[in-house]
């Protein structure tokens, strides 16, 4: 069904001061911790396996994509988690990203797609194309954001929210508690009157975790892209979801979508 409606933690090891950077909209944190560029590597590979497994990424796992030692592996997993970018869940666990992991990671990703982005790229270009007027084009590009990226996918429109996929959302593992969801279903709720009052200004605007400035308990990212519509001149589609996301295949798309639609509606 679709509806419409009218700091992590610092190590002590860090004694330097933040500064502030502004990126993909949002602000995040810069220190003087320098990766190493296996560390960078590692960092990358824990975001984006446990994006696909849902599970922490254990040293063993690591060695073999890295082609080193286990010891050397849980080093550098050491620097990572004392300057705050992974994290161990259970003291048998192996690591999952932080919030800050997360954004350097974002940080550093290039615009460049993949095939699998314009597999979906053109699918929901198809399916755009095909349904007629604004309003079924709009629905069409936020249903399939949602089946394409198991999020929510939405959209505001001149005071109009449109949303979508809160079965593929609430059956991942991060919403398994009552709270959990309570806390997105919030979030939801103040979306639309927040992006009429702020209006984001950049193209892509990704928001994780305590970045999430209507939810910041809600262990969300948000992730949208602003465009032009006959309705207004900035009106937003995008998707969310959980931090653990394939962030690099779901920003190309939401970019993506945004362009697309801006042409669609003209």
Not at 2 to 18: D, F, G, K, Q
Not at 59 to 72: C, D, E, H, I, R
Not at 97 to 121: C, F, M, W
Request: aromatic share 8%.
């Amino acid at each position: 069904m679709l509806i419409a409606y009218n700091c992590s933690c610092i190590s002590t090891l860090e004694l330097t001061l933040l500064t502030q950077q502004v990126t993909y909209g949002v602000f995040s944190t810069e220190k003087s911790f320098v990766m190493t560029d296996r560390q960078e590597k590692i960092l990358a590979a824990i975001v984006e396996e446990y994006a696909e497994v849902a599970s922490p990424v254990g040293s063993s796992l690591l060695s073999k994509m890295f082609n080193v030692s286990p010891a050397t592996i849980r080093n550098d997993m050491v620097a990572l988690e004392q300057t705050g970018f992974i994290a161990q869940p259970h003291t048998s666990a192996g690591r999952i990203p932080t919030d800050k992991g997360y954004r350097h990671y974002v940080n550093q990703l290039s615009g460049v797609e993949n095939n699998t982005i314009n597999r979906s790229a053109r699918a929901i270009d198809t399916r755009v194309t095909a349904a007629g007027g604004p309003d079924l084009a709009i629905r069409t590009a936020v249903k399939s954001l949602a089946e394409l990226t198991h999020n929510i996918g939405l959209a505001t429109i001149d005071g109009s929210l449109y949303v979508r996929g809160f079965a593929d959302l609430f059956s991942q593992p991060e919403f398994a508690t009552t709270e959990t969801v309570r806390q997105m279903a919030s979030l939801i709720d103040n979306l639309e009157p927040w992006l009429r009052e702020t209006r984001p200004n950049e193209a892509l605007n990704v928001y994780i975790g305590r970045e999430n400035p209507i939810g910041k308990a809600s262990q969300s990212s948000l992730i949208i892209s602003r465009f032009r519509s006959p309705f207004s001149d900035k009106s937003y589609i995008g998707v969310l979801g959980p931090t653990r996301q394939d962030y690099r295949t779901v920003m190309n798309l939401v970019s993506y979508t945004g362009r697309m639609l801006e042409e669609a509606l003209v």
